[in-house]
């Protein structure tokens, strides 16, 4: 026996399938995030999904995880390396520059779709992963910072989010770093032994990550290392204050996390996270921060940028923890045509019908079945009325309408223009 004819594919590991009964609540979330970022002037971007590596290289960092052991990288025909993008900044940054959107400009844009990171898969993480990102290129006081920040906060308020905090750091500029960055190691080199593997490797890579390391034995080190907020210049630390200032006055909480030092290395100054206790150890749904010299270090003019990107499959989980409702995909009306001439007339019929009412979510009976076995379909189908159509109505231009889910109600008949209004009656608010 042919072995390929026999062998039941699955998915690749981390690559999951989103089934119909999930999808509801992934178009909820997306809708409402639309919504918002609309309201708030960003206009979206679609961008590649495939990226020539020294792009996430030059960005991202080249010691970084991410690069390092994370990325699916592979060279094509040409010989050319080549990356299934792991994050959406650096392909933004890029498709600016190259389209000459930042020349002179202000941008708000948003971009959604899947990432690419080889990381040992996990609730709430996977290897192909999604992401709905914004930027906001051209503005370089706190206060573009603090509507990023405060955009996020309405949608957590508008998804019925209850459960999340937000931590705020600054990084400072790149001088302040790179001093900091000494002190940093000087003290860890000091406590090497006490370090984790993982950490040993990232004291001659990339120190600050150091800080951000959930092992639970490096805590006590990590709690007694210089603190960045202690190191920072005098504008960063002035930026940093006035941010504080402006989500005060505007009633949004926050607590400092002087460890926040974040995964990439493009960030500057103000960088925050949203988290939550209710996902275990993926605790973070929405991250961002500043990256001023990064469209500079693209190739581009020196211009400041910010942004945040918030991982659907947590944000997803969350909604169904708190019992959110997606859009109900049931059908509001059910088809059924017995006999040939009625199976005949039913898809002209189905299509006047969906002419009529644009938002009318009909399903019609296709299959074949006799008169029970389409009932029975239109009843798990979840339709709250069944169109009947017989041979007797289609010579008497007629459609029988027989409620599904309101015992009391009886089956009527009208002609199929009166069914049309009957039914724009019925369904008044037929985009919930």
């Known amino acids: 026996m042919n072995t390929l004819m026999t062998k039941q594919f699955q998915a690749i590991r981390g690559m999951n399938d989103i089934l119909p009964a999930e999808s509801a609540h992934w178009q909820l979330l997306e809708t409402i995030t639309r919504e918002v970022l609309t309201a708030y002037g960003y206009q979206e971007i679609r961008l590649p999904l495939v990226e020539k590596t020294e792009l996430f290289a030059r960005s991202i960092g080249e010691v970084t995880d991410i690069v390092e052991k994370e990325m699916y990288t592979f060279d094509d025909r040409n010989g050319e390396s080549l990356t299934l993008r792991p994050e959406g900044t650096a392909g933004c940054v890029r498709a600016c520059i190259e389209h000459g959107l930042l020349h002179n400009q202000m941008q708000r844009l948003w971009y959604a779709g899947p990432m690419f990171r080889y990381e040992k898969p996990q609730k709430g993480r996977y290897r192909q992963f999604h ?255 069944a169109l009947i159509l017989g041979e007797d109505e289609v010579n008497a231009g007629a459609l029988a309408i027989k409620p599904l889910r309101e015992s009391r109600s009886e089956q009527l008949t009208l002609s199929q223009d009166q069914a049309a209004d009957w039914l724009r009656t019925a369904f008044e608010n037929l985009k919930n």
């Open 131 to 385: 992401q709905i990102g914004a930027e906001a290129y051209g503005m370089a006081g706190p206060d573009i910072d603090a509507e990023l920040i405060a955009l996020t906060a309405r949608l957590w308020r508008r998804l019925g989010i209850r459960e999340v905090t937000l931590q705020l750091n600054s990084l400072g500029s790149s001088a302040a770093r790179a001093a900091y960055r000494e002190q940093l190691v000087a003290y860890f080199t000091v406590r090497q032994g006490e370090l984790d593997e993982d950490s040993q490797r990232r004291l001659r890579t990339n120190p600050l990550r150091i800080l951000d390391s959930k092992h639970p034995t490096m805590q006590a080190v990590i709690a007694e290392a210089p603190s960045l907020l202690d190191h920072l210049d005098a504008e960063s630390r002035i930026h940093f204050e006035a941010l504080q200032g402006l989500l005060d006055t505007a009633g949004i909480a926050y607590e400092i996390n002087p460890r926040l030092v974040r995964g990439l290395d493009y960030y500057s100054q103000t960088v925050f996270e949203w988290v939550t206790d209710t996902l275990g150890a993926q605790g973070t749904i929405c991250a961002g921060g500043r990256y001023d010299g990064l469209i500079e270090q693209l190739g581009g003019q020196a211009v400041p940028g910010i942004g945040f990107a918030m991982g659907l499959e947590r944000l997803v989980a969350m909604l169904m923890a708190a019992g959110q409702a997606g859009a109900d995909p049931a059908p509001h009306a059910y088809l059924i045509a017995v006999g040939d001439t009625a199976q005949r007339a039913a898809l002209a019929l189905a299509e006047r019908l969906r002419d009529a009412l644009p938002a009318l979510r009909l399903r019609m009976n296709c299959g074949g079945g006799g008169f029970k076995a389409q009932f029975r379909r239109a009843d798990h189908s979840g339709a709250r009325f």
